[in-house]
Structure formats: C-alpha cells, structure tokens
C-alpha cells in the first residue's frame, strides 16, 4: 500500500507564479490535511478537509486554496507565490478527526525566489 | 483547542530513558492525548494516545496523571535512531484544526 504520495518532491519557483502541490491518498480516509513546516515554527496547519465536497480553514491558509472533489485527491494551490511561502509542505489523511492517527506524506520542499 | 506547553529539546545517551512531559492545563473533559515522532526529511508519524492513567505500546509509554493537566512521554533504553522531534496535541472527537507547535527536539548521544 502506497499511504500518501505528494508531488514534486521539491521544486523552485518564480515568485509570482501559480503552483499546485500534489497529494493522493490510498487509504480511503475521509479527512485530509495540509500543514507547512518553518524551522523554530514546528507544523501549522494550512486548510483541511474532513469529508470529500468540503474544505475548511487552518491555522495560516492566507495564499492557498484548496480542493477536494473525490476522496483520495487534496491539491494545495498557491495562486501567486511570494517568498514568504518557501517551505515544506506536509499532506496527512486520517479516518476521522484527532482520535484518529494522522498519516502523512514525504513532503514537498518548495522555495520560492 | 486545548493549548500544549513542551521543553524545546533534551539531550540524551543511547540506553537511558528519555522522558518529555507536556502541559495542557485547559484540558477538556474529551480531550485526548496524542505524540506524534518526526526524524529529519520525514513527515511525522503517530506514536501513542491515552485518555487517562498509563498506556504502553512496543515503542513507547504514556502517563497521564489524574487531574490530565500534564502528560510525560517515556521512552525506554533510547539509541541514536530516537534522535527525533516529538509532538504533543491535545483534542477530541470533533477537532480537524492541529496545531502541532514547535515540539521538542529529542539528541541521543552515543
């Protein structure tokens, strides 16, 4: 079983330019999430999704939207880069909320110039 | 949410036991606790849950005194494959919003 595969593994891009983070899971988990990691800032969430059709709101989701139109797929898009958005980006899936284990992908190292 | 305190980092050597205690004084009555274990380029994996008293499994062992205000984490005999950041979170049934904070960075020296 794959778990959660993310895709690129890493990329560099133009600040300005519009991007979106791949994520596919195998497990058929009904949530799924997407967090960034900064040094010194540990992980913070992004936006996530407790069901296919529906999105919500995390922690920092200023510069990124997302989607979720069928269970296994939840692509982060950064609309317009800025450097500020340079980082590692986890996606994660769970069956259900917090009591569930969150599995999470290898990441994409994103840096933006 | 309930808000979690943790040290920022610990170092160790390899066979000692590794205990990091968490805070979280605002615990709600259905709030569980979960650690999660990150190593460097990994995303973070699940470690172990309890609700209340002490859970054990084969990587780690979780005490939770009875007012739930704290938990520590323990693990046993710790080699340098340990050498991780570990995260706690505090939440319930109903919680989608994690904050996994900065954890604390665990060094095991040989």
């Known amino acids: 079983t794959a778990g959660i595969t993310q895709a690129p593994t890493s990329q560099i891009l133009a600040a300005g330019r519009s991007m979106t983070l791949r994520c596919t899971q195998d497990?058929?988990?009904?949530?799924m999430y997407w967090y960034r990691q900064d040094l010194g800032l540990g992980l913070r969430l992004i936006h996530y999704?407790?069901?296919?059709?529906?999105?919500g709101k995390g922690e920092v989701p200023d510069g990124y939207s997302v989607s979720r139109a069928n269970t296994d797929d939840f692509p982060l898009t950064l609309a317009s880069a800025v450097p500020s958005q340079t980082s590692v980006y986890f996606c994660?899936?769970?069956?259900?909320?917090?009591?569930?284990?969150?599995?999470f992908g290898p990441g994409t190292r994103l840096t933006v110039l | 949410l309930a808000k979690t305190t943790q040290p920022i980092s610990m170092d160790s050597y390899e066979g000692q036991e590794v205990n990091i205690t968490c805070s979280h004084n605002n615990i709600a009555t259905n709030d569980y606790i979960t650690w999660y274990q990150q190593f460097p380029s990994q995303g973070p994996r699940f470690i172990i849950q309890?609700?209340?008293t002490k859970v054990t499994n084969e990587v780690a062992s979780l005490f939770i005194p009875a007012d739930r205000k704290s938990s520590t984490l323990s693990l046993p005999r710790v080699s340098l494959s340990d050498t991780a950041v570990y995260y706690c979170?505090?939440?319930?049934?109903?919680?989608?919003?994690?904050?996994f904070g900065a954890g604390t960075t665990v060094t095991v020296r040989a």
């Open positions: 999704s407790n069901t296919a059709g529906t999105t």
């Open positions: 497990m058929r988990h009904n949530a």
């Open positions: 994660a899936s769970s069956a259900g909320p917090l009591t569930d284990t969150q599995y």
């Open positions: 309890g609700y209340k």
């Open positions: 979170l505090v939440g319930d049934g109903n919680d989608y919003k994690l904050s």
